[in-house]
């Protein structure tokens, strides 16, 4: 069935057979364009490769000292002399990347392909998720359903963001360092699923102040009710890093302290919701 036919049928009731018509063709379109991307990916194995590795080379004192010399400038100033005490004090991750048998280079190739073509076609798999969701919301459902939609993609990215700059180094440069004398050969599969776990934890954590005022939304508990159950939430926060996150201190601590500081945003989400919803009742 045609694009133009979904939008002539959304204005009236549709059947549970147009339904599944209407979604048998936005699932085709999805996995089309996550092939072709995938297909294209496999072209430009280089450049994904050393945004896969960029990490290995980050360094938390260099990312502060650049903003440093960004907010201050480089000046002969105390924020000058840190800038230089951090950029000498920085250095990359020393671990080599290996292949540890004939099929792991394989795997991983593929496992690379696959989520960049995700990655690459996500514009497009949103769209189809909009595009199928959105006639069944009423009015005033819709009045917030783009800004939600799009404020939940803005936390999530800001979630892994966080994660491939600031997590991913910290917790990388913490293993390289331990057990002084050992070499650091990493095979390539498990350094891109760990790479994969921790930016995809860290973006659905991030999610953490829009649940909390979709529940306020929803009247199910609102912002008063998030206070006095802050001592409970933060004893979940820890639980939820240690689950999200690769098994060790610094990882989970990297993401619940940031979460810590998310629920109490969500708190002030919570409070916005309820103000507006009273405007409207």
């Known amino acids: 069935m045609p694009e133009s036919n979904y939008q002539e049928t959304s204005t009236s009731e549709m059947t549970f057979w147009e339904h ?14 996550v092939g072709f991307f995938m297909i294209l990916s496999l072209s430009f194995s280089r450049p994904i490769e050393r945004i896969m590795k960029l990490p290995l080379d980050l360094s938390t004192n260099k990312l502060l000292a650049f903003l440093i010399d960004r907010i201050f400038g480089q000046g002969a100033t105390f924020m000058g002399f840190l800038s230089i005490s951090l950029r000498a004090s920085s250095m990359g991750v020393e671990a080599k990347l290996i292949k540890e048998g004939p099929l792991e280079g394989i795997m991983a190739y593929l496992k690379i392909s696959i989520t960049f073509g995700i990655l690459c076609a996500s514009p ?26 799009l404020i939940i993609i803005l936390f999530f990215v800001i979630g892994a963001l966080f994660a491939y700059f600031i997590v991913v180094p910290v ?23 760990f790479l994969v776990q921790l930016l995809v934890g860290f973006g659905i954590a991030f999610e953490l102040p829009v649940v909390m005022s979709f529940l306020s939304f929803v009247n199910v508990i609102h912002a008063n009710g998030f206070r006095q159950k802050r001592n409970v939430a933060w004893v979940g926060i820890m639980v939820l890093s240690a689950f999200l996150t690769p098994a060790d201190i610094l990882s989970m601590l990297l993401m619940a302290i940031p979460l810590i500081l998310l629920y109490e945003l969500g708190i002030f989400f919570a409070f916005l919701v309820e103000q507006e919803s009273e405007v409207y009742v």
């Not at 497009?124 to 939600?148: D, G, M, N, S």
């Open 20 to 33: 599944l018509e209407e979604l048998r063709h936005r699932l085709i379109v999805s996995l089309i364009s």
């Open 124 to 149: 497009i798999l949103i769209y189809q998720v909009w595009a199928f969701v959105l006639p069944a919301f009423t009015a005033k459902e819709k009045r917030f359903a783009l800004p939600l939609f």
């Open 171 to 193: 917790v990388l440069s913490f293993s390289s360092k331990l057990f002084e004398g050992t070499e650091n050969l990493w095979g390539i599969e498990k350094y891109f699923n």
